[in-house]
């Protein structure tokens, strides 16, 4: 027999409003009353509706394609089952993320996705974990973990390995001045990347490394400004923390009458499909995005149906993709 809420309501002993607005996670239900509603919900194996829920999805990069590409993929994970997206650019740790989602909470939400906004951000304010985990909506991350501490699903790019394929790919071709062009100090994925780095570099036999790491911001002029630094510490080879600080290290490289890869090699991250048609196309260590993707619409769908997804975090392998903006070290 299909468990419906009215006997959820004769379960619990509450009316079957009061069960509607737990189902739908309105407002206006004391604590207790939604907990015994939620133990009647799971005793009885209820499974919440999902046709017309949303899933909010929290970016600050939606002009980076990879980061565009993941969202598409996740609606289009998701559209069948009756679930909608809604897409939310905000800055990481700002004030955009609580206000949006106090807008729609109320909505239907039923999962928001954190991708790449306050989970991969040092310190960030937790007013808005709070508010979700208050209305009891689940959230997931995709490459950060959440500063709170709270166990829940993230699925992260493996920013080690990262590191050291494109590290291995360079010293290969008998580069040994490799220079690392990453983002701020305190955003997670940029601070692996730079460890990787290290621990790659170091199992090479560079005592000193630190000194050919810049940190600067996730962007064309970042990439640009770390280049010149890294240039000017004699570096032949640059690892880019993303495909766009690789494009700005290129064009510093050739303002200063230099060429790539003929006196220096480039190496993106991300792996956006553009890439391939940059001059020279760029080498990148891609993100699994498909991946990630899948992973987190079936999360999704999972958490709706209320059933439990395996919590913290879960790595993915990236993928070295070899074109023209790297080759041999330069002869001195």
């Known amino acids: 027999m299909k468990v419906g809420i009215v006997e959820v309501a004769a379960h619990a002993g509450v009316s079957e409003a009061t069960v509607s607005r737990v189902v739908n996670r309105r407002q206006g239900v004391a604590k207790k009353t939604r907990d015994a509603v939620e133990s009647a919900m799971a005793e009885l194996g209820y499974e919440r509706p999902v046709q017309g829920q949303l899933v909010a999805i929290i970016t600050e990069h939606v002009s980076n394609p990879f980061f565009a590409d993941v969202a598409e993929r996740v609606e289009s994970a998701l559209a069948p089952h009756g679930l909608k997206t809604v897409l ?67 699925y992260s790019t493996d920013d080690l390995l990262a590191a050291e394929l494109a590290v291995a790919h360079l010293h290969q071709l008998g580069h040994r001045a490799i220079g690392m062009a990453s983002g701020p100090s305190g955003n997670h994925p940029a601070d692996r990347r730079v460890q990787g780095f290290l621990d790659a570099m170091n199992r090479r036999g560079v005592a000193d490394a630190e000194r050919l790491v ?32 690789a494009l700005g290290a290129i064009r510093r ?43 987190v619409g079936r999360s999704v769908l999972a958490l709706v149906s209320g059933r439990e997804v395996p919590v913290g975090e879960l790595l993915f392998d990236p993928e070295l993709v070899i074109r023209q903006s790297t080759g041999p070290a330069p002869q001195r």
Do not use: W
């Not at 890439?275 to 899948?294: G, I, M, N, W």
């Open 88 to 154: 939310c650019p905000a800055f990481p740790g700002g004030v955009q993320e609580p206000e949006y989602i106090g807008a729609i909470v109320d909505k239907g939400i039923a999962v928001v996705v954190f991708l790449s906004s306050s989970n991969t951000v040092e310190g960030a304010d937790m007013e808005t974990y709070e508010l979700l985990r208050a209305r009891r909506i689940p959230y997931i991350g995709v490459n950060g973990v959440f500063a709170d501490g709270v166990e829940v699903p993230v």
């Open 214 to 245: 810049v940190r600067q911001s996730f962007s064309i002029e970042g990439g640009q400004a770390a280049a010149q630094m890294l240039l000017d510490r004699g570096a032949t080879a640059i690892v880019a923390a993303s495909d766009f600080m």
């Open 253 to 295: 490289i050739r303002r200063q009458g230099r060429s790539v890869p003929g006196d220096v090699s480039v190496v993106g991250y991300d792996g956006s499909m553009i890439t391939e048609f940059l001059d020279p196309p760029l080498t990148t260590v891609r993100q699994p995005a498909d991946r990630l993707a899948l992973e």
